[in-house]
């Protein structure tokens, strides 16, 4: 019980400065300075390839505590929640309930796309995305991987055959060479991702496939009219679909599909919505060649990205984007035009 109370000081946490992740270089303009709920939180653009990540973040140990003792709580009030009363609703049955829509229809989306055969899911929380692909496609041999001892319990319960481990912990022997692997909705909260996808390339058989469901951080920022808004501690890496692709691209991967929500109509979004799919997304699929020679990209230098990134994140343009597009008040001059 001692543990379950143990108080998390974000303001008392040590933190570490960290190259760009993507290029290696360590030459950032800053977007912000605070996160969305008012929390210290330098959000930086990397000048060379257009990153967008926050520097400088807690370590891995702060991370560690943040998630075991202020994670929900810090989430709830950023939502406006109680967090008592959130916490009285079943949210495992209803987390695994919308994972399952959700894995309806990205399945329906993407069918064409997956492979069959060994399908992993890397932070599949409850199954239920897992769970819903296979009523979608049929021929997957399902394998979730997630830290959480109660959501990896209740998967397996589901027969989601779910492992209770970290991804980086888990040799490729025990596992096998994949058919498909998925990231739903867990990029943005990755320490390492380009870690995270050299050992996808690594794990997947030749031809296999990479899905991605990943939060588009400049359509967050338009739609509420500020960088901070789409700003978490918890989120240490943000991407747009220019960076996305070229993540992926670095290590390997041939991107072979590409949805972007921003841009679409709102009886678009709600229609997706209503399918299951989330909105603010970018939802990709990248293949690894059937013939990998090895090797990698051995550097990204992509300036143009930085600076048609940084015009669109200047502030006064956000904030004008938002009233064009987005603002209820100037609804009627849409409709006019």
Not at 77 to 93: D, F, H, M, T, Y
Not at 192 to 220: A, M, T, W
Not at 294 to 316: C, E, H, I, N, T
Request: charged share 25%.
């Amino acid at each position: 019980m001692i543990e379950e109370n143990r108080i998390f000081d974000y303001f008392k946490v040590r933190l570490e400065e960290l190259p760009c992740n993507l290029c290696g270089k360590d030459n950032f303009a800053v977007l912000a300075k605070r996160s969305g709920n008012g929390l210290l939180a330098q959000t930086c653009m990397c000048r060379n390839c257009g990153l967008i990540y926050i520097n400088p973040r807690m370590t891995k140990a702060g991370y560690d505590d943040y998630y075991k003792y202020f994670y929900r709580q810090d989430r709830a009030s950023a939502k406006g929640r109680n967090l008592v009363q959130s916490e009285k609703n079943n949210w495992i049955e209803q987390n695994f309930l919308r994972a399952r829509k959700f894995g309806l229809a990205l399945g329906g989306l993407l069918k064409d796309y997956f492979k069959p055969g060994l399908t992993i899911d890397i932070g599949s929380s409850t199954g239920g995305v897992l769970y819903g692909l296979r009523e979608a496609i049929g021929n997957l041999d399902l394998l979730g991987i997630e830290p959480s001892i109660a959501e990896s319990n209740f998967a397996n319960q589901k027969g989601v055959k779910t492992l209770n481990a970290l991804f980086e912990n888990i040799p490729e022997k025990e596992i096998g060479k994949a058919a498909n692997i998925l990231c739903v909705q867990s990029l943005n909260h990755l320490l390492d991702p380009r870690s995270f996808f050299q050992r996808c390339f690594e794990y997947l058989q030749d031809g296999g496939c990479l899905i991605l469901s990943v939060k588009n951080f400049r359509h967050q920022a338009r739609r509420a009219g500020s960088i901070e808004a789409g700003v978490q501690i918890d989120h240490p890496f943000m991407f747009t679909p220019e960076t996305l692709k070229l993540f992926v691209e670095s290590v390997g991967f041939k991107v072979v599909y590409l949805d972007v929500d921003e841009g679409k109509s709102e009886f678009d979004l709600r229609k997706q919505r209503n399918e299951g799919l989330s909105r603010h997304h970018i939802r990709l699929a990248a293949e690894k060649p059937e013939k990998w020679a090895g090797g990698r990209m051995a550097g990204v230098s992509k300036p143009d990205v930085y600076w048609k990134s940084r015009l669109q994140f200047w502030k006064p343009y956000v904030k004008l984007y938002y009233w064009l597009f987005y603002s209820h008040r100037l609804s009627f001059l849409r409709k006019t035009f």
